[in-house]
């Protein structure tokens, strides 16, 4: 577990957890110190004759000289007082501390997954679930702040309870070793039945956690057809399922992490008056002469059996949110793309030399693949379902990387040094265009650095700028969850306004006009090609007509690439 802790955590976060392990040093001795000095004031509290037989309170007597004897006591209680205060201080500001460590640490953890799963290369993001990602960036970055709560307060505690026994066995080790074996002996058996029933119950609740992101992000964007199908009845029933089976790992952590208190309890005030019961029978007398040792061992107990019960549900904590340790464990070692930010000049033409690619080791989509794509050039690339065309065009704009073979732009070859710069001049308009709930500006700048005048221009290409203005509310226009509110001809045209924002010298469409109807996609493209007059056009289709104006056109079949078509007299 430590291995895996020092993985996870950041540098900060590494010696924020050193000073805290220090500090609960510091703790664990304080709390020793406050149980040991009840038993003196105890013993000079019952009997005041102590002050001139005991050498260390006559010392304090003569020092400070007391008038009396009760001065003596009442300002030894007064300084206890102070002592206890300052006590509760210290625990308070270390238990601050360690909710700003752990939570603190979950919030870094949170932002650092974020930003590994968009440095993910795109190839092992597409195999990632996207609910999944959520809700380990939202939830279970925050189960383990609990888990390091745990962590921390069974370390503290363990100080704890060394100190204080360590001061039990010196005050009377055979009571402290038989207070010990009854302890530890139930305490194993607890950790034997109950932490093991919250370990199954801690992974179940993992898993039905998973299902409850997957089936809502499921739910959600199918929300139109399921109203359609009129089966909301049975989904529901199935997410009433799910949510069951996580209500019950829930229950079962909540209702078994009281058992270790309550049986703890009980089983120190039988120990309480097992001992009083012994020391009376023993003596045969009351117990005024031994008070002063009963003291120390009821406060003893009084506050070693809290440390043991948080032992005991730290530890249960720890076993229920130990699938989410191994999740987190897991995500944070996601592979990364280390890029560079060399410059590429994209001015003639970009090469592919004997490209391989596959997405299963032992089974090729493109095959030696050799093109040249000049400048200005508009292209397209046909075929069936499944042939590699938009894997092909990925591999052009450095989205995949090849198995083999190499592309160069201008005889430069692509690299991880400047891969980055060449997807900067590649403007992408998908099939689905996907729009967050917010303004058309905040959509078609997408989390670029925002320019009005740009958006309304980019807007105005793409033929909505003047339909936003008369019927909507301008660039200012809410569009809804995925564009909810726009038709598809203008979600598609915000689309190619996001793609033309950053003035791309390539623009790639990716089955762009597939969903629309054939007037709509004559009339959209005929503008496509308009505003790509100065620029590289890439179009993958299956309709003829979306590719007429194409100088040429590529087949993909058998995973090579053939040239059906060219208007290049130099072909």
């Not at 190839?123 to 390091?148: C, H, P, Q, V």
């Not at 997405?359 to 090729?364: M, S, T």
């Not at 989509?365 to 397209?380: C, D, Q, S, T």
């Not at 339909?467 to 979600?491: A, P």
Request: proline share 2%; aromatic share 12%; glycine share 4%.
């Amino acid at each position: 577990m430590i291995n895996k802790l020092r993985k996870i955590l950041s540098f900060k976060d590494k010696l924020f957890f050193i000073y805290l392990v220090f500090f609960s040093v510091i703790v664990s001795l304080i709390e020793t110190v406050g149980i040991s000095l009840i038993m003196p004031f105890v013993a000079v509290a019952s009997d005041f004759t102590v002050i001139e037989t005991n050498k260390y309170y006559k010392y304090f007597y003569n020092i400070f000289n007391f008038e009396t004897k009760i001065n003596f006591v009442i300002a030894f209680g007064f300084c206890l007082l102070a002592f206890y205060i300052l006590r509760s201080l210290i625990n308070i500001f270390y238990s601050y501390a360690m909710a700003k460590f752990s939570y603190g640490a979950s919030c870094r953890l949170s932002v650092n997954l974020f930003n590994k799963y968009m440095k993910m290369p795109y190839r092992n993001f597409i195999d990632k679930n996207s609910g999944n990602l959520t809700k380990t960036i939202t939830t279970e970055t925050l189960f383990f702040a609990l888990f390091l709560q745990a962590v921390l307060l069974i370390l503290s505690e363990v100080f704890v309870l060394i100190s204080i026994y360590s001061l039990m066995l010196y005050v009377n080790w055979r009571v402290s070793l038989a207070l010990t074996l009854i302890i530890g002996l139930n305490g194993l058996l607890l950790m034997r039945t109950i932490s093991k029933k919250i370990k199954t119950s801690g992974d179940d609740r993992a898993d039905f956690h998973k299902k409850i992101f997957e089936m809502l992000n499921s739910s959600f964007g199918n929300f139109k057809l399921i109203k359609l199908k009129s089966n909301i009845r049975r989904i529901s029933d199935k997410f009433l399922k799910i949510n069951d089976a996580f209500k019950k790992a829930n229950v079962v952590h909540t209702g078994l992490s009281a058992v270790p208190r309550l049986f703890l309890e009980g089983l120190g005030f039988c120990m309480i008056i097992s001992i009083t019961m012994v020391v009376i029978y023993k003596s045969q007398a009351n117990i005024s002469g031994i008070l002063p040792l009963i003291s120390m061992f009821i406060l003893a107990l009084y506050r070693l059996l809290p440390s043991a019960n948080r032992i005991m549900t730290s530890y249960n904590n720890l076993m229920f949110y130990n699938k989410t340790f191994d999740i987190i464990y897991s995500e944070v070692d996601q592979p990364q793309e280390d890029l560079k930010e060399d410059d590429i000049i994209f001015e003639k033409e970009i090469k592919l030399k004997n490209i391989m690619f596959g997405y299963l080791q032992n089974k090729l989509i493109l095959n030696k693949v050799n093109l040249v794509i000049r400048k200005g050039e508009k292209i397209a690339f046909t075929g069936q379902s499944g042939s590699g065309k938009s894997t092909l065009v990925d591999i052009i704009i450095g989205l995949y990387k090849p198995r083999e073979g190499e592309i160069l732009a201008d005889n430069i070859k692509i690299t991880d040094n400047n891969i980055a710069a060449l997807r900067k001049q590649v403007g992408y308009i998908p099939q689905s265009i996907y729009l967050f709930d917010g303004t058309v500006a905040d959509n078609v700048a997408l989390g670029e650095t925002y320019d009005e005048k740009r958006v309304i221009d980019v807007l105005t290409q793409a033929k909505i700028f003047d339909f936003l203005q008369k019927e909507q509310n301008g660039i200012k226009t809410q569009v809804g969850e995925n564009g909810i509110k726009l038709s598809g001809g203008q979600k598609q045209r915000i689309g190619i306004a996001r793609a033309l924002y950053s003035n791309p010298a390539i623009l790639v469409l990716d089955e762009a006009t597939s969903a629309l109807d054939d007037a709509m996609e004559t009339k959209i493209m005929e503008e496509i090609y308009d505003i790509a007059e100065n620029k590289t056009l890439i179009v993958i289709a299956h309709r003829l007509s979306t590719i007429a104006k194409c100088q040429k056109v590529y087949k993909i079949e058998n995973c090579s690439v053939e040239l059906i078509k060219s208007k290049d007299k130099n072909v």
